[in-house]
């Protein structure tokens, strides 16, 4: 039941994450470093340190799957942009952003139910920068206009979640973290590439604040745990 609330929100999220930025886009930057932080800090206390634990009981050759994610988000970007005309471009990486984005947030999905018939702290703990990612940084380069494209690409968590309750109900140990470790390759490369706010741009105080935030909430749950 959890992981269909968050694979639901996910999804709300993706639906409505352009609007929402463009009506918030006076405080975007803020709410950008806000959320970079946020992403940071659960990228280096959470995420990396969980998918060593499981590297460690299955081998050190899992952490190739984090390799995987990092380098094929990064040569599909950088195919689009050596293979396409300018005038090509826009509408190439658009397509290229929304089939990325659907196998991610699909996996997304996947993992929430995962975390959450081990642990739904563990859930909460994910989705939080998951969450706030796919908010502020997940946004097509081109909204497209169909309703229907629309509603299929922002209900790829929801159908990742319905996917791992009903049709994939179990997985093996090696998969689980094999899709953990793809994610964070993908996860490494967004929020370092696309995530944080480069040069003048973004509010470090902002971002200092994300992170002391998600840091407290760590804190508060492992203590409830």
Not at 20 to 34: P, Y
Not at 167 to 173: G, P, R
Not at 188 to 208: D, E, N, S
């Amino acid at each position: 039941m959890l992981a269909i609330i968050l694979g639901l929100a996910m999804s709300l999220a993706h639906h409505f994450s352009y609007e929402l930025v463009q009506k918030l886009r006076s405080h975007h930057s803020m709410l950008l470093s806000f959320s970079a932080g946020i992403s940071t800090t659960y990228l280096f206390l959470e995420l990396l340190p969980y998918f060593s634990e499981g590297a460690a009981e299955l081998g050190r050759h899992m952490f190739v799957f984090i390799l995987i994610g990092f380098v094929l988000i990064h040569l599909a970007e950088k195919f689009i942009y050596f293979h396409f005309y300018k005038n090509k471009l826009r509408r190439e990486l658009a397509l290229e952003n929304a089939a990325v984005s659907f196998i991610y947030h699909f996996l997304i999905g996947m993992l929430l139910v995962g975390f959450a018939r081990d642990n739904p702290y563990e859930a909460l703990l994910f989705f939080i920068p998951v969450f706030l990612h796919t908010t502020f940084h997940a946004i097509p380069v081109i909204v497209s206009k169909s309703p229907i494209v629309r509603l299929v690409l922002a209900s790829s968590t929801l159908l990742g979640v319905i996917f791992s309750l009903f049709i994939l109900t179990e997985i093996s140990l090696f998969t689980k973290f094999a899709l953990i470790g793809l994610v964070t390759g993908i996860f490494i490369y967004t929020v370092t590439r696309h995530a944080l706010p480069l040069g003048r741009k973004g509010a470090p105080a902002y971002f200092i604040m994300g992170l002391l935030s998600y840091v407290l909430f760590q804190v508060i749950i492992r203590a409830i745990i």
